[in-house]
């Protein structure tokens, strides 16, 4: 029998469906009941659910033909002025279906165009407004030009919150008929950071290797290292342990595989659980994100880190 991915087959089919939310989804139902939609930017992180809540919008606008009043397309793949002037444009031109007032395009990733293609886009909204309403997604909603902006509603999707990831995963769980341990939906709800899509990824692949999923299986398939790993890290640094920190480093990053841009994310998450003043926190913080900055320019990852963990051993 063909897998299916669950990402895919547990994708919300209603508003209501889509979890963490809530006062998104009670805004966009009130659309829906009157029957009329203006622009909309849904602007947020990965994996919130702001794909979901477009493509729910046409299934309970349209009903039947929603797939023929109802158009995605991703600004990532073709980002220039040329996909508004033709896709974009060609489908806001045509009839809707099925006695539709209007159809909806739905422009993922429209933070990726181009600013020209931006303009483009501005007019072509204002030009066919009554036959189409645009949905567009962006994970940075400043870079969207504030002409397009003034000109839709703009709804802020939040990270989706711990309790209601594990609600969600433990309902997968179910249905796929496999076991999952507390820890182990504590380990996905910390891994995701809030990413539903992420977690539910994590799942099935935990699940391919055993019937029981537990927390080692999450962090062996997401190559991460545990919440209480990273903490012994900075706590052997503390303690001005250097060679333990150098090891600890070293397995991390040379045994498991661990990249720096991974280890340098979850040592700044594990910050605010050390015990130590907060000044301190936050001369930590500024050595993070100055390790994490010279990384994206190219810097070696382990040399980063280890800098930041001497600087931390040096300190009286």
């Known amino acids: 029998m063909k897998q ?43 994996g919130v659910g702001k794909t979901a809540s477009a493509v729910a919008i046409a299934r309970e ?136 899509r992420r977690s539910i990824n994590a799942l099935q692949s935990a699940a391919s290797l055993s019937d029981k999923v537990d927390e080692k299986d999450i962090y062996q398939i997401t190559s991460m290292a545990r919440p209480e790993e990273i903490k012994k890290l900075f706590l052997s640094a503390i303690n001005k342990d250097f060679i333990e920190t150098r090891e600890r480093l070293e397995e991390l990053m040379i045994e498991r595989g661990l990249s720096g841009e991974d280890i340098v994310k979850q040592l700044h998450k594990s910050v605010y659980d050390l015990d130590i003043p907060d000044k301190k926190k936050v001369e930590l913080i500024d050595l993070i994100g100055e390790a994490e900055y010279r990384m994206i320019e190219g810097a070696d990852g382990r040399i980063q880190i280890e800098g930041v963990l001497a600087r931390l051993a040096l300190e009286k």
């Open 4 to 46: 299916e991915i669950w990402v895919e087959k547990y994708r919300p089919e209603g508003l209501e469906d889509i979890v963490g939310q809530d006062r998104v989804i009670d805004r966009l139902q009130s659309y829906v009941k009157t029957g009329n939609l203006p622009h909309l930017l849904f602007a947020g992180p990965p």
């Open 61 to 196: 606008l349209f009903s039947d033909t929603w797939n023929m009043n109802f158009t995605e397309l991703n600004a990532s793949d073709e980002r220039g002025i040329d996909v508004v002037r033709s896709k974009i444009k060609s489908f806001a031109k045509s009839s809707s279906i099925g006695g539709a007032d209007f159809k909806i395009i739905f422009l993922d990733e429209a933070d990726s165009l181009t600013s020209d293609a931006q303009s483009a886009l501005r007019r072509t909204m204002e030009s066919f407004s009554d036959n189409c309403r645009f949905i567009l997604s962006a994970n940075y909603s400043s870079r969207i030009i504030e002409p397009i902006q003034s000109r839709t509603t703009v709804f802020r999707f939040s990270r989706v919150p711990g309790e209601a990831v594990k609600k969600r995963l433990k309902y997968i769980a179910i249905e796929e008929e496999i076991e999952i341990t507390d820890e182990a939906l504590e380990a996905l709800e910390h891994i995701s950071n809030g990413d539903m």
